[in-house]
């Protein structure tokens, strides 16, 4: 063997016992967990590359290896997609191939937030500002400005929201919650609007609607939501006023001071149903499923009127006689009128 074949064959074989000391090593660091004692959660920013994400996972010493081998190891996978910006979970035992793969998958966090029924559009707005965890976008944004947002400029806000619990992603943008929120208001009472079963007392999705809103403030009584609603159709169906309290309390806004006053009853503003005929111009809160369904499938009877029995629970009547009767029994101290809601 010549000089030239010894100095390739040590070659090689220098290369050979490179490669192999090179590729245990990779294997070992690789194979290394993060540096985390339980759940963790750390968050990929908006436009992140892979060397700002090694900086900061290093920053937190979440990186069992070097920066640079990270930054190395994910420039060399490249080509298995881009890191996504969000906040993920990061567990004992991943390393940091699961840890690139993860960020890769845009499997994020979910966070979530719930909007209960009964709520104004005014607590829904300052619910949302409240959260840190999205984008706030609408601060200084008026509602009807909102609306045009939505692509609705000429709807009213109110009752518009479907009561749910809406998963979102950190960093994601407050209206979005709000154009899903919409969007499912709108199928629930399309659907329930579809199937309603009350005859032609309300003209509109929109009518059924504002008497749905007004159930569910009258009632927290899942039984009594049908009667309710039979007593609001009944009344509409002969022009009588609906004279609910929670109307009139919507009315009042921030003047209402939590009693209920005589004077209040003869305002003259628009959600006054003591004063005027009909429905309000607008919800006042925003409805849960239960509601709309029992105010368009309410069932059939006689009832025209219905008292507090104090217990949360209402008492119905057909005629006034009845119903003066109820109210000498369940509110003694109460106020006597043709009409009085079950809750204010």
Same mark, same amino acid.
């Given at each position: 063997?010549? !000089?030239?074949?010894?100095?390739?064959?040590?070659?090689? #074989?220098?290369?050979?016992?490179?490669?192999?000391?090179? =590729?245990?090593?990779? +294997?070992?660091?690789?194979?290394?967990?993060?540096?985390?004692?339980?759940?963790?959660?750390?968050?990929?920013?908006?436009?992140?590359?892979?060397?700002?994400?090694?900086?900061?996972?290093?920053?937190?010493?979440?990186?069992?290896?070097?920066?640079?081998? #990270?930054?190395?190891?994910?420039?060399?996978?490249?080509?298995?997609?881009?890191?996504? =910006?969000?906040?993920?979970?990061?567990?004992?035992?991943?390393?940091?191939?699961?840890?690139?793969?993860?960020?890769? /998958?845009?499997?994020?966090?979910?966070?979530?937030?719930?909007?209960?029924?009964?709520?104004?559009?005014?607590?829904?707005?300052?619910?949302?500002?409240?959260?840190?965890?999205?984008? *706030?976008? !609408? &601060?200084?944004?008026?509602? $009807?400005?909102?609306?045009?947002?939505?692509?609705?400029?000429?709807?009213?806000? &109110?009752?518009? #929201?479907?009561?749910?619990?809406?998963?979102?992603?950190?960093?994601? =943008?407050?209206?979005?919650? !709000?154009?899903?929120?919409?969007? +499912?208001?709108?199928?629930?009472?399309?659907? *329930?609007? *579809?199937?309603?079963?009350?005859?032609?007392?309300?003209? $509109?999705?929109?009518?059924?609607?504002?008497?749905? /809103?007004?159930? &569910?403030?009258?009632?927290?009584?899942?039984?009594?939501?049908?009667?309710?609603?039979?007593?609001?159709?009944?009344?509409?169906?002969?022009?009588?006023?609906?004279?609910?309290?929670?109307?009139?309390?919507?009315? !009042?806004?921030?003047?209402?001071?939590?009693?209920?006053?005589? $004077?209040?009853?003869?305002?003259?503003?628009?959600?006054?149903?003591?004063?005027?005929?009909?429905?309000?111009?607008?919800?006042?809160?925003?409805?849960?499923?239960?509601?709309?369904?029992?105010?368009?499938?309410?069932?059939? /009877?006689?009832?025209?009127? #219905?008292?507090?029995?104090?217990?949360?629970?209402?008492?119905?009547?057909?005629?006034?006689?009845?119903?003066? &009767?109820?109210?000498?029994?369940?509110?003694?101290?109460?106020?006597?009128?043709?009409?009085? /809601?079950?809750?204010?």
């Amino acid at each position: 063997m010549n !000089l030239i074949n010894k100095i390739l064959l040590a070659a090689v #074989f220098a290369v050979v016992l490179f490669s192999s000391s090179l =590729a245990v090593y990779l +294997k070992r660091e690789l194979s290394r967990p993060l540096i985390v004692l339980g759940s963790t959660f750390f968050e990929v920013k908006r436009g992140a590359t892979i060397g700002s994400v090694a900086n900061a996972l290093a920053e937190l010493d979440l990186l069992p290896v070097s920066s640079r081998l #990270f930054r190395y190891y994910g420039g060399f996978t490249g080509r298995n997609g881009p890191i996504r =910006a969000g906040e993920y979970q990061l567990l004992p035992g991943m390393d940091i191939r699961d840890l690139l793969q993860l960020f890769r /998958s845009g499997k994020v966090r979910q966070r979530h937030i719930t909007f209960p029924e009964g709520w104004t559009f005014k607590r829904w707005r300052d619910y949302l500002a409240e959260n840190q965890d999205l984008e *706030q976008t !609408l &601060e200084s944004v008026t509602d $009807s400005g909102l609306m045009k947002l939505l692509g609705k400029p000429r709807l009213h806000p &109110e009752g518009q #929201f479907f009561p749910d619990t809406y998963h979102y992603t950190k960093g994601e =943008a407050d209206i979005e919650i !709000l154009r899903r929120a919409h969007q +499912k208001m709108k199928s629930i009472v399309a659907a *329930q609007w *579809q199937t309603r079963t009350i005859g032609e007392v309300l003209s $509109s999705p929109y009518e059924a609607l504002i008497l749905a /809103s007004i159930v &569910e403030k009258e009632t927290g009584f899942p039984s009594d939501r049908s009667p309710v609603a039979r007593v609001f159709l009944n009344r509409l169906s002969k022009n009588i006023r609906l004279q609910s309290d929670p109307t009139v309390i919507y009315g !009042l806004g921030p003047e209402f001071d939590g009693n209920l006053r005589r $004077s209040h009853l003869k305002d003259g503003h628009p959600y006054n149903t003591y004063v005027h005929e009909a429905l309000p111009p607008t919800p006042i809160c925003m409805p849960g499923k239960a509601a709309i369904a029992a105010t368009l499938h309410a069932e059939p /009877s006689g009832y025209h009127f #219905f008292v507090a029995r104090g217990d949360g629970s209402s008492q119905f009547s057909v005629n006034l006689d009845e119903h003066n &009767e109820a109210v000498r029994r369940y509110q003694k101290q109460g106020r006597t009128n043709n009409y009085r /809601s079950s809750r204010p």
